[in-house]
């Protein structure tokens, strides 16, 4: 965690610069005015807030940290914002999809697997494939910060936040786990959850373009290679739920 000093003159410049105060400088009350203007609310840096007497950050993140429910494994420049992927599998053998039911899913790259997620379960809902899926039980997800108590039902005992917003992920963001396999795996062990196998297949929310395929096609994707294959919607393979923060 960076460690962050500030002073006392900086705070006063920044108040005299950024709010206004009674005319004469001399005067109490314009004292007491420029004081309160800055401790009221004052940004002390990029994630750094002082609000009152209290000095909050957003926290600097890196690949392997357990942060709301999950295991990071990309961050971005800003090192606040990026990818975690759950401690379990929601499924060990699941199809896409049982009908032969093509949806225009086909985005991949970083974000792309919400846009996915969000057109499938729409699109087997509309053709009546409602039945259990990938896209399903990944969206289903609902943990605490130890990433493995559900707190699927609502309930006013939790004390703890509950984090939702879970999805299958993109062929692109699912690839980027196995560029830091082993520290994630580590990660997810240290943290009670279960290991990835490293030959598992994994489906992705990314199906492949249609064209003379006999059969409604999606990717999947080795997590400990990054190698992604199409394979006929209704194949059962492994998920494993990602969320954004």
């Not at 289903?140 to 559900?150: E, F, Q, R």
Request: hydrophobic fraction near 40%.
């Amino acid at each position: 965690m960076q460690k962050t000093t500030l002073s006392f003159a900086c705070l006063l410049l920044s108040s005299f610069q950024s709010f206004s105060a009674p005319s004469n400088p001399a005067s109490q009350a314009y004292v007491n005015t420029v004081v309160q203007n800055a401790v009221d609310s004052f940004t002390a840096g990029n994630g750094i807030l002082i609000t009152g007497t209290t000095i909050s950050t957003t926290p600097f993140l890196s690949v392997g940290d357990l942060y709301q429910g999950g295991v990071v494994f990309y961050v971005d420049d800003t090192g606040r914002h990026g990818l975690a992927v759950a401690l379990t599998d929601q499924s060990t053998g699941i199809s896409l999809s049982e009908e032969e039911t093509y949806v225009y899913a086909t985005a991949t790259g970083i974000g792309a697997g919400v846009i996915n997620t969000t057109n499938i379960l729409a699109t087997l809902q509309a053709a009546s494939d409602t039945q259990p899926n990938a896209t399903y039980v990944a969206n289903n997800v609902a943990v605490t910060s130890d990433g493995l108590t559900s707190c699927l039902t609502p309930t006013t005992s939790f004390t703890d936040s509950c984090f939702g917003g879970w999805y299958l992920g993109s062929a692109y963001e699912l690839q980027l786990i196995s560029s830091n396999f082993s520290t994630i795996n580590a990660a997810i062990s240290a943290n009670s959850g279960t290991a990835i196998v490293s030959t598992n297949v994994y489906w992705t929310s990314t199906y492949n373009v249609p064209g003379s395929l006999s059969a409604v096609q999606a990717y999947n994707v080795v997590l400990g290679t990054g190698v992604v294959d199409p394979r006929p919607a209704s194949d059962p393979k492994y998920v494993r739920a990602i969320r954004q923060f």
